[in-house]
């Protein structure tokens, strides 16, 4: 079950990721959204990690 997870985690982190820039080519968020975006799919994409390599 935690290394299902852990893998959707990874695919949410790793889609979401590129559908943000894009839209923020086409919509123009603020500055900061980006950062904090890729602040927060890092710490998805490592608790993905961790879930799938657990035991």
């Known amino acids: 079950m935690k290394h299902h997870l852990g893998m959707l985690l990874q695919i949410i982190a790793l889609g979401g990721l590129p559908t943000i820039v894009v839209f923020q080519l086409f919509f123009g ?12 799919g890092v710490i998805v994409f490592w608790l993905g990690t961790s879930l799938r390599e657990s035991n």
């Open 29 to 40: 968020f603020r500055l900061i959204v980006m950062p904090v975006s890729l602040t927060i």
